[in-house]
């Protein structure tokens, strides 16, 4: 009998002699795959209208959990327990409440904790958040006296009320306040002693940083699932913005796809999927079977990109 090393070789040799891409290796892997999808709470009417078209869209994918962000500093979150609530209450999907430290008490923080808890919310996903105002993302941070410092402190505090899944957040290219990626596994490595269960990275386009960061976070004992965020964006103006102010870097390669498409919207989603579909590919093959999708409240692509990972509609909707 061939031992699991020779298998292995075996399978790394036949991928290198394919003559097919990671995508279409991707439609013969039978290997089963997990999704989970953020959305964002709306702001309007028009809004809510397309979150609930996504919503829809995407859940008869059985997706292991579905998110809800906060807003900057907090901004939207009133909005985002409504949200939740109507998930739990409307579908059939399993919520993933975003709970963040800006701008609240201690005492406030567990209030909406105990809350979550007491509407059959068991999960959790606990980041310190961005600071309000101005600041925004990637501006400087200062806690609140009386609140949680930062995800580590909120996560233990989560633990305290019991009853939760935690979720935290994981920074493959260096959080934009960070010294260094060393220090970012060592906070990793303190959200998981509080009590976290798995990290979801930021977005990134840069699979060897990612891969290098993967390496790094098992090395140094984390153990927790360790799941990519994958985020499809076809408007480019927008995602230099965003990777300006979280970290993330933006290879050359990617804005040459998009150079001159400002006026063509078609084309951009066209290579917005097959990017991040080939990039999911790719990290299948690297032994990765959890990918979350931050999908900006819009399903038709990473409905596609589930598509090529295999995951397939498993029940119908009521």
Not at 200 to 227: N, S
Not at 235 to 241: H, S, T
Request: glycine letters at 8%.
């Amino acid at each position: 009998m061939a031992s699991s090393a020779s298998l292995n070789l075996a399978e790394a040799r036949a991928l290198l002699l394919s003559p097919l891409g990671p995508v279409a290796r991707a439609g013969s892997n039978r290997n089963a795959v997990n999704v989970s999808f953020e959305f964002f709470p709306p702001k309007t009417d028009e809004a809510e209208a397309n979150l609930w078209k996504a919503i829809r869209r995407l859940e008869p994918l059985n997706p292991a959990f579905v998110s809800v962000t906060y807003g900057a500093g907090g901004s939207t979150r009133e909005r985002t327990h409504r949200t939740v609530h109507r998930i739990i209450s409307e579908t059939s999907l399993r919520p993933a409440a975003h709970l963040t430290c800006v701008e609240a008490g201690r005492d406030e923080v567990d209030e909406v904790i105990a809350g979550y808890k007491a509407i059959g919310v068991d999960h959790i996903v606990a980041l310190r958040g961005d600071p309000p105002g101005s600041a925004g993302i990637g501006g400087a941070y200062t806690p609140r006296a009386d609140g949680y410092a930062n995800a580590t402190e909120l996560t233990a505090a989560i633990g305290r009320i019991g009853g939760f899944e935690v979720t935290v957040g994981a920074y493959p290219e260096k959080h934009p306040e960070s010294p260094s990626i060393d220090h970012d596994i060592d906070v990793l490595k303190a959200k998981v002693d509080a009590g976290a269960t798995r990290a979801v990275t930021q977005f990134f386009f840069d699979i060897e940083a990612f891969l290098r960061f993967r390496d790094r976070v098992r090395a140094a004992g984390v153990t927790i699932p360790l799941i990519p965020g994958i985020m499809p964006v076809s408007n480019f103006a927008g995602l230099k913005r965003m990777t300006a102010a979280c970290g993330a870097a933006l290879p050359d390669w990617l804005a040459s796809h998009f150079d001159g498409l400002d006026d063509d919207p078609e084309t951009r989603k066209l290579l917005a999927a097959s990017i991040a579909a080939e990039t999911c590919a790719r990290l299948q093959e690297e032994g990765f079977s959890d990918f979350h999708f931050y999908t900006l409240n819009r399903a038709e692509l990473v409905y596609a990109i589930c598509r090529v990972l295999g995951v397939r509609e498993t029940k119908a909707v009521a």
